[in-house]
């Protein structure tokens, strides 16, 4: 016990130290703006080993990404998790809870730390809080393309179905009028239905667009990187991050019940951007470098606008959309469990956030 105990002690001494010394050490970093964009060598920076590394990470970063974002779309196939059973509503609140934490805690942190780095003037970069700028814009910007879409679909939709209505009306009203009521609640129904399906659609759509920047941007910092001592460890992680947000995403593509050529579309788009940041990144890595003005401010603003876009569509169009719904305001027992749910994924998504 008492070695224990030294041991404790002995271990909380040397972390603060570790605490000072690194403090001392980052206040010299940044004044030292000399650093910024220029490529270390010797140590843990061997181009040779890791090429090797980034080559398996391409392969197997792919596979994950496919595998996670295939997996709901293969569900169809089991009678306890058809869209219409609790389960289902269970397990899609698990993958709102990833999408939300992938917003919240890996892209919008991303962003603060780039356009915030020391290796930005001052003016105005550390003047003025951009990424929060940026992403409360886009998340405009999102109810914009949301609300727009949903008009001008409605509307043309209006158009078509009011010929077909009217000449339904008429057929009915000729043969028998009292019909005529039960027939418009059958139409309003079918048009719930199908805007609801749209919506999905939307939120697919857009959803797949935000968190491909973020993948490509995670893929181009290995891609650029050649330390061999970092890389190998995050392959892992990062296969775990693109299953996640492969399921994630998987669920929506799901609901936006498309054919299988989008559906197919959509899953290769989702699995190849990481590999292909990758792949960009090793042949930017003489040109490209993290820390350069250039690299920080465009990834930090995209960083930033998907953000905004992650976060908007988690909370409105995947989360509210869901918990208000009937189907969850009917059960309070389907309403705890789903939060649960929900907690799981954001959690699991937020411990994530250490690596990637
Ligand atoms: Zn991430």
């Known amino acids: 016990m008492a070695k224990f105990t030294n041991f404790h002690v002995i271990t909380t001494l040397l972390l603060l130290l570790l605490c000072f010394t690194s403090q001392i050490y980052g206040k010299e970093d940044s ?31 792919l596979v994950s990404s496919i595998i996670g974002v295939c997996l709901p779309l293969f569900t169809q196939a089991i009678p306890a998790l058809q869209p219409d059973k609790n389960l289902f509503v269970i397990v899609k609140a698990l993958a709102s809870g990833v999408i939300l934490a992938t917003g919240y805690m890996h892209v919008l942190p991303d962003s603060f730390q780039d356009l915030w780095s020391i290796c930005l003037p001052e003016r105005p970069w550390r003047k003025f809080p951009f990424t929060t700028f ?65 919506r999905n659609r939307v939120v697919a759509q857009v959803l797949e667009s935000g968190i491909v920047v973020h993948s490509v941007v995670i893929g181009l910092s290995m891609g650029a990187s050649d330390n061999a001592c970092i890389i190998r460890p995050l392959i892992a992680a990062l296969c775990f991050h693109q299953l996640f947000e ?6 929506c593509i799901l609901q936006a019940e498309y054919g299988l050529k989008i559906k197919a579309i959509m899953v290769f788009f989702f699995s ?50 869901d918990f208000m719904g009937a189907k969850l305001q009917s059960s309070y027992q389907l309403q705890i469990w789903s939060y649960v749910a929900v907690l799981l994924g954001a959690g699991g998504m937020s411990l994530m956030a250490k690596w990637a």
Do not use: W
Not at 136 to 156: E, G, H, N, P, Q
């Open 31 to 61: 004044g030292d703006l000399g650093k910024c964009g220029k490529k270390l060598h010797g140590g843990c920076h061997d181009k040779a080993k890791a090429f090797k590394s980034k080559l398996i990470a391409i392969f197997s970063i």
């Open 134 to 198: 940026v992403a409360m814009l886009s998340a405009l910007v999102t109810l914009m393309i949301d609300s727009f879409s949903m008009a001008c679909y409605r509307k043309k939709n209006d158009e078509i179905k009011g010929i077909l209505f009217n000449g339904a009306v008429k057929d009915v009203k000729s043969k028998n009028i009292g019909v005529h009521h039960h027939h418009g609640d059958v139409v309003e129904g079918f048009k719930d239905a199908e805007s609801q399906l749209l």
């Open 246 to 251: 492969g399921m994630g995403l998987g669920g």
């Open 272 to 321: 190849a951007t990481t590999p292909f940041g990758i792949v960009l990144g090793i042949g930017l890595s003489n040109v490209y470098s993290d820390d350069s003005p250039t690299a920080l401010i465009v990834v930090g603003l995209l960083n930033a606008s998907s953000a905004g876009l992650l976060n908007y569509m988690a909370l409105v169009d995947l989360l509210a959309a």
